[in-house]
């Protein structure tokens, strides 16, 4: 991935190092939604710029869900 290191969005970005390349997703490192975030949340992160309180979550994870 060594040219992606100038891939950049107004949503996403990816930073290199000489180790390794990370995708930051609206200031949020990838991996870290991966691990710590629902689909709804991370949905709701991408399309809203901010991750969402519990009921927002929850309300989207169920129209995702319908």
Known sequence: ???MHHY???ISKI???EHDDEVILRGHRLSDLI???SFAEAVFLLLAGRMPNRGQARTLDALLTA
Do not use: G, L
Request: hydrophobic fraction near 40%; proline fraction near 0%; charge should be negative.
């Open 1 to 3: 991935m060594s040219d």
């Open 8 to 10: 950049v969005t107004a």
């Open 15 to 17: 930073v290199s190092d």
């Open 35 to 37: 691990q710590n975030a």
